[in-house]
């Protein structure tokens, strides 16, 4: 059994429950934020903050990433949105376009889409070579390591929903005048390959769950919920990555909800 088969997604969040919920995490990582940046606390730079969000077509990505950095200054993170590589880009190691985008210490960067593209579409796809893909576990692995080593906290999520959640939400895009620039044909060819994809996830996960970078499998057939449980493992990650590098963050009780 892979991995995508044990999330339960039966998790639920009632408006009241998730709108308090919501605030807290929100407060709490604000304050995190503050403290890394060395703008709360000692004023030293803490960690870089690296969020990597992957997921199906409809899974709830962008909408758990606006609840992540509505808390923040503007100023005090970087978006970053990945389509399909550029003509130019190809010309290049596939990780190379990432590189520009990385936080620096005390910096926060989220990436909607990321490098595994690599061992998922473009190997499901045909785009990467059998040899290239799997080469691409060792290289990712290596390249995470780097990344903790200098100092970098990795949060990686995978946002899972069922097959037929994913065609609800799907039918109620096409429907909706400002949804429906949402929905592709592109989008619509994916879920024909859904067992090609979720075998591809499985292996992402078991070779690419490592110690200083695991993988975050959110169950995200309940939005409300999925969204308090991304501000929930990256708070919990920014604190186990805090204490092992020996930056001090403020305690949570500093929080006024």
């Not at 990436?111 to 690599?118: A, L, P, V």
């Amino acid at each position: 059994m892979g991995a995508l088969a044990e999330v339960d997604l039966s998790g639920r969040l009632k408006r009241k429950e998730y709108e308090a919920a919501l605030k807290a995490r929100q407060l709490r990582l604000a304050q995190l934020r503050l403290a890394l940046g060395g703008k709360l606390g000692s004023g030293g730079l803490g960690p870089a903050l690296l969020v990597l969000f992957e997921g199906w077509d409809a899974s709830g990505k962008g909408g758990a990433i606006k609840r992540l950095v509505e808390p923040l200054d503007a100023r005090h993170v970087r978006v970053v949105q990945y389509a399909a590589p550029t003509p130019d880009e190809k010309r290049h190691f596939y990780l190379q376009r990432f590189v520009g985008q990385l936080p620096g210490h005390g910096g926060m960067a989220v990436f909607d889409r990321t490098w595994y593209g690599r061992v998922l579409v473009e190997r499901v796809e045909g785009l990467a070579s059998t040899d290239q893909w799997e080469r691409a576990y060792g290289e990712i692995v290596d390249f995470e390591r780097f990344l903790h080593l200098e100092g970098c906290i990795i949060v990686k999520f995978w946002l899972h929903i069922s097959p037929a959640e994913q065609l609800k939400r799907f039918q109620e895009r096409e429907t909706d005048p400002l949804k429906q620039w949402k929905l592709t044909e592109e989008d619509w060819r994916n879920r024909e390959k859904w067992d090609q994809y979720a075998a591809a996830v499985d292996e992402m996960v078991e070779r690419t769950s490592t110690t200083w970078a695991p993988w975050h499998l959110i169950a995200g057939e309940n939005k409300r919920f999925a969204r308090v449980a991304v501000l929930d493992a990256t708070i919990s990650e920014i604190e186990r990555g805090c204490q092992s590098m020996g930056f001090e963050l403020p305690p949570a009780s500093d929080v006024q909800v």
